[in-house]
Structure formats: structure tokens, C-alpha cells
């Protein structure tokens, strides 16, 4: 009778945990999507008022070892009747020296936009535990590739930049 009473009570208790831990992922999925609606938000008021790129945030604070996570926009303004190919780049500043490089993930494209249509995405950055504490700038570039070839749209130095922005990792 002792061993139903206990089996009965692990049960239920399991059955709690379950939904303890199905509701604390819930909240996290949904805490994530107003963070990313917030950063979308953001971007949207600054494409809405003129630019044609736009991220948000500016700047970050991580510690040494820690990865950063950065929204961004682009506004086709181009008057075509068809899509316009757009091709991302993030590079560090040439000015500043690394110990251990950083590693960045982006896509670099190609991004199909249509004639004033707006697109949203995403880059990190992850700073190396060996990266000394100051601030780190980054060059963020978006330009239009005719080819479609995102490699040779920043490889030609005619190809103007479409857009150009820097965002800031402050490594505490």
C-alpha cells in the first residue's frame, strides 16, 4: 500500500516538474521573440525616417569570451521593377589590434529585397577570452552586388557602399 502511495506521489510530482520546465521554456521563447521584436521595432522607426541601413543595437557591453548578437535593416529604395541583390560584410576596424581574432558569423547574402521593401537579419561576435578589456569598433558594410556574387561585390572598390555603419563591443 506504502510502495501505490509513493509511486502515485512520483507521478504528480513528475507531472509538475514536466510543466514547470514546458512553461519556463515558453517564457523564454517568448521573452527572446519581444527582444527580437524590440531591436525590429527600432530598426523600423530608423528605415522609416530615411536610412537604408540600420542596426541596433550601437554597441554592447560583454565580458572577454562572450558572444554579441546584433540586428539589422536594409530599406531598398532602388527604383527597379524587379528585386535588388544586397550583400552584407563585418569587418574589424584596421585601426585596432587583436591578440586572438575575433569571430564573426553573418550571412553575407545574397539579400532579394524588392523597390521599397524593407529586410531584416542578424550578425554575431565573439570576443576570444584572450581579448584584452577596452572597446572594439567594427566596420559594417552593405552594398549592391549586379552579379548576385556577394564575394566580388566587396572585392570591387568601384562598388559603392549602400550602407555603412559601426557597431562597439566594450569587453569588460
Wanted: glycine fraction near 6%.
Amino acid at each position: 500500500m506504502n510502495f501505490l502511495v509513493v509511486m502515485i506521489l512520483c507521478l504528480v510530482l513528475l507531472g509538475v516538474g514536466i510543466t514547470l520546465v514546458v512553461k519556463g521554456s515558453e517564457s523564454g521563447k517568448k521573452l527572446f521573440d519581444d527582444i527580437n521584436q524590440m531591436h525590429q521595432d527600432r530598426i523600423s522607426k530608423d528605415l522609416v525616417n530615411g536610412k537604408l541601413f540600420s542596426i541596433y543595437p550601437p554597441s554592447q557591453t560583454i565580458n572577454r569570451g562572450d558572444q554579441s548578437e546584433f540586428s539589422f535593416g536594409i530599406r531598398n529604395e532602388e527604383e527597379s521593377v524587379q528585386s535588388t541583390i544586397f550583400c552584407l560584410s563585418v569587418t574589424k576596424d584596421l585601426t585596432q589590434q587583436f591578440l586572438v581574432e575575433p569571430e564573426m558569423l553573418f550571412d553575407p547574402g545574397p539579400y532579394s529585397i524588392k523597390s521599397k521593401e524593407l529586410r531584416f537579419s542578424k550578425f554575431m561576435i565573439t570576443m576570444p577570452k584572450e581579448t584584452q578589456k577596452g572597446s572594439y569598433m567594427f566596420d559594417v558594410r552593405v552594398r549592391i552586388s549586379a552579379s548576385g556574387d556577394c564575394e566580388s561585390a566587396f572585392d570591387d572598390s568601384t562598388v559603392p557602399s549602400y550602407g555603412y555603419n559601426k557597431v562597439q563591443l566594450n569587453i569588460i
